[in-house]
């Protein structure tokens, strides 16, 4: 009679069968899982092991990255120095992470103004908290958007955003204190060069999908889906 050792077995056969479900989890979220999403033209949130792949900060022409990440992060050599900045904090409520937005707005926005070969990538260890406040703080002060639509913005582009409950007040907070219109405070030369960076038009057409049917194009649901994801997201900050 044939004698299997049950434990053994049974723990293998487990162990196969999530990583064949999690590689069509991964499979099936492509830009949404754990990859680098592109938020705006040259603008990209990722999660902390894609930044420090040389292939993919290769194959994108990534030039700047923004950590936002509790420890010095390994990055590769590629990247200049003078071309990171770092953000040390934890993905917690009580962070202070809104006294850090103004500085991320701002290298993010002369970056991509500079000139039309550099990218920058954003990061943090999943991709779905810390970084996605930075980018979403940055298309609240460059395009115009309120929090909500910042947040539902992303997240239609990455799935897995989800920023905490503290770092959803501390976008309000920021909201609060930008001028009506932040781009106005852009010199012309500069202000064309954000325009070229981010699509000229952009927040325009933002405006309108959002309103219309959300940015999640080419599903029936999105709208209902970006309209829920908003009406969540209100009751979270309003319970907070």
Not at 92 to 118: G, K, V, W, Y
Request: glycine share 4%.
């Amino acid at each position: 009679m044939l004698s299997f050792g049950a434990p053994t077995w049974q723990a293998s056969l487990l162990a196969a069968a999530e990583t064949r479900d999690r590689a069509r989890r991964e499979t099936a979220q492509g830009p949404r899982g754990r990859a680098a999403t592109e938020i705006v033209p040259r603008l990209y949130l990722t999660d902390y092991f894609t930044v420090r792949n040389e292939e993919v900060l290769k194959r994108l022409r990534i030039s700047h990255v923004v950590s936002v990440i509790e420890y010095a992060p390994a990055l590769p050599e590629l990247l200049p120095v003078d071309n990171r900045i770092h953000i040390p904090i934890l993905d917690r409520p009580e962070a202070d992470l809104l006294s850090h937005l103004d500085m991320t707005t701002a290298f993010i926005r002369d970056t991509l103004a500079e000139n039309e070969q550099n990218r920058v990538m954003v990061h943090c260890f999943q991709g779905v908290s810390r970084s996605a406040t930075v980018v979403c703080a940055y298309l609240m002060a460059t395009m115009d958007m309120t929090p909500t639509q910042a947040v539902a913005y992303v997240k239609a582009k990455r799935g897995i955003v989800s920023p905490n409950v503290g770092f959803l007040r501390q976008l309000n907070a920021y909201a609060a204190r930008l001028p009506p219109s932040s781009t106005k405070t852009l010199t012309p030369t500069a202000r064309a060069a954000s325009r070229l960076s981010a699509g000229f038009g952009m927040a325009h057409r933002i405006r309108k999908l959002i309103d219309r049917e959300g940015v999640s194009a080419g599903t029936k649901t999105s709208g209902a889906k970006l309209a829920l994801g908003e009406t969540n997201l209100k009751e979270e900050v309003a319970k907070s």
